[in-house]
């Protein structure tokens, strides 16, 4: 196994300029191609380089003509929103800083961030949101400005703008240099209080550049058609942010989508028809199971598994070609590739808009499984890895030689070293500058120019990364047996009965586990064997419905030792969720709270 690897970079030399200059670069370029859509009243719309770069023009100036000064932060508290993306580039335009709070964030939470990043002005999208900031005002004394998406806050910036010159603005854009700050965004924060990483405008060109130039099959579109993603992540997290940027900065057409539900999110994709998608496994998952739950209420469970085995032996074939490790998929596989194309495949990618051959993941594992069959059904998962800290991917798989089940090598520029207790370190360009305000904790994960992730992984003989587990998420049990509970989560997880999966079992005698019932999976469950409808927490002492979850767990235990295997579990009856303290914004477990919330039914597993 490799300690170290290193791929060089593919973008050269250093940056000049801040993130807003693109947008007035496209505009006298190319003023007509379409750079954006806006939906309005349920309608799509476009918005070509030259409207784009007027709008953001107008939304500096009135920032400018209402007090934001260069340097200055302000905080954005709201959903994935067009808007979201006009206030981004305008403050960049006059030098100031964006802060991304998620529109979930409890009071406290939007206190802490506006208050420690010293915040002059908060954009929000809704009067609830305003009432938040409202109950906190008078803690946070710096704060002068507060503007309401929903009550019109871009209409009447641009209006008190109007009389300003445009080049007041673009004097403070040319002030702008790669190493100022472009953003502080704060950590979700599994553990303690959320930190402010500081990203500077070098930060995120460097990291979009290289994403765009490596991966230009993807930012590329085929024949007679433009390159197009609808953006459904957050913009409060880095992926989402980084997203935004290099969608912009490559002229690919770019949607927003504030709502991740699949009943709000698949009509979207069907009428914005994206040709590649950045998502978290979350999405990809759901994409699969309702593809199958409808096979399966059409009684074509049996085609639908088969063409799934299909795919991911098809998949199997190029990726062992790929690497000169097998001669890629026989004529009789390729056939039977092809016969499910129209019956399956073909459906699958219609559901996500008809367009998409590529797809990035990121945030947390996909399971190899999944990964070879979308790409077996026509849609290349790329996936990588990397934190608010590197701003965004760190590693990812390329093109034309991804392995599933890894998250690539390192982004051209990038360096990873495997440190003597299985830490992931991280070197390049795209590496942050430290904590705001927190030099102690900038110490502790800067080491020499190294960032010490607290992530466990290995490399394999290509350089490619496989992550193991967290440091700080490792279960001890009191045989002194060390367990990373992440791939046994996984796959009890891939159960369509199964929402999520906790591992508990620190200083205890074995490992058990804490479950979630999927809310769709147990409505399909209930509808194919013809019984009633009945809420999901109503069937946690099912026994058929109990004896089908074993089943998830006994699979999941055959990929580990007997002393790592989960002994028992519980079904909850509730989910874990963000407002009751127990996820984090990008939806990762918050494994101490869950223990101490559940702490009953946790010690009732091991009262034998």
């Known amino acids: 196994m490799l300690r170290e690897f290193t791929v060089p970079p593919v973008v050269a030399g250093t940056p000049s300029g801040g993130l807003a200059d693109i947008v007035f670069q496209h505009a006298r370029e190319d003023p007509d191609r379409v750079v954006l859509g806006r939906k309005t009243d349920g309608v799509w719309g476009d918005v070509t380089s030259g409207e784009l770069a007027e709008e953001v023009l107008a939304l500096a100036k009135g920032l400018l003509a209402q007090g934001v000064g260069f340097g200055d932060r302000v905080a954005v508290m709201s959903r994935t929103r067009y808007e979201w993306t006009l206030f981004d580039f305008a403050l960049w335009a006059v030098g100031a800083q964006p802060v991304p709070v998620y529109p979930t964030s409890s009071a406290e939470q939007v206190h802490w961030i506006l208050y420690d990043s010293g915040c002059t002005g908060c954009v929000v999208e809704n009067e609830d949101q305003a009432m938040t900031v409202g109950s906190v005002i008078e803690r946070l004394p710096g704060l002068r400005r507060l503007w309401q998406l929903d009550a019109g806050a871009v209409a009447e910036l641009v209006a008190d703008g109007a009389g300003m010159a445009s080049d007041v603005v673009h004097r403070h854009r040319r002030a702008v240099t790669p190493d100022a700050v472009a953003t502080v965004i704060y950590t979700s924060g599994t553990t303690g209080r959320p930190k402010g990483c500081v990203l500077t405008h070098a930060n995120f060109m460097f990291e979009a550049d290289t994403m765009v130039t490596r991966w230009e099959s993807v930012f590329q579109a085929g024949a007679g058609e433009q390159p197009s993603t609808l953006l459904f992540l957050p913009l409060a997290h880095v992926f989402g942010r980084m997203v935004e940027v290099a969608a912009v900065r490559a002229r690919v057409k770019l949607g927003h989508q504030p709502v991740l539900a699949a009943a709000e999110l698949l009509p979207d994709l069907a009428a914005f028809r994206p040709t590649f998608v950045l998502g978290v496994p979350y999405v990809f998952e759901k994409v699969f199971a309702a593809a199958r739950r409808k096979a399966e209420a059409e009684g074509r469970t049996g085609p639908f598994d ?20 097998g001669p890629g998929p026989s004529a009789g596989l390729r056939m039977e590739h092809q016969l499910f194309e129209k019956l399956v495949y073909g459906k699958v ?99 020499g120019g190294w960032l010490a992730t607290g992530d466990l992984g290995r490399l394999d003989e290509d350089g490619y990364l496989t992550i193991t587990g967290r440091k700080k998420e490792i279960l001890v049990t009191s045989n002194g047996k060390s367990v990373s509970p992440t791939a046994l989560e996984e796959r009890v997880r891939s159960h369509p009965l199964v929402s999520q999966c906790v591992l508990v079992g620190n200083d205890r005698p074995y490992i058990a586990a804490l479950l979630t019932l999927d809310v769709e999976g147990v409505a399909h469950w209930l509808s194919m064997r013809g019984l009633p409808q009945q809420a999901a927490a109503e069937l946690v002492h099912d026994e058929e419905l109990t004896a089908e979850v074993r089943r998830a767990v006994v699979a999941a235990n055959t990929l580990v030792s007997q002393a790592e295997a989960i002994r028992t579990f519980r079904v909850l009856p509730g989910q874990f969720t963000e407002e009751g303290g127990l996820l984090t914004p990008s939806l990762k477990l918050k494994r101490k709270a869950i223990e101490k919330a559940y702490a009953v039914e946790v010690a009732a597993m091991y009262q034998r």
Request: with cysteine; aromatic share 8%; charged share 20%.
């Open 349 to 447: 990618r219609e559901a996500m808009g008809g367009r998409v051959r590529h797809a990035m993941s990121g945030g947390s594992a996909m399971s190899r499984r999944l990964g070879l069959f979308f790409d077996g059904a026509g849609v290349t998962v790329y996936e990588g890895y990397g934190l608010t800290e590197s701003s965004a991917a760190a590693t990812a798989n390329p093109p034309g030689a991804t392995k599933y089940g890894t998250v690539g090598p390192p982004i051209p520029g990038c360096t990873v070293h495997i440190a003597d207790d299985g830490e992931v370190w991280l070197h390049g360009a795209h590496i942050f500058s430290g904590y705001l305000n927190d030099p102690r904790g900038t110490q502790e994960v800067l080491r």
């Open 306 to 325: 088969r063409a799934v085995e299909t795919a991911v032996r098809y998949a199997e074939a190029r990726e062992q070609k790929a690497f000169g490790t």
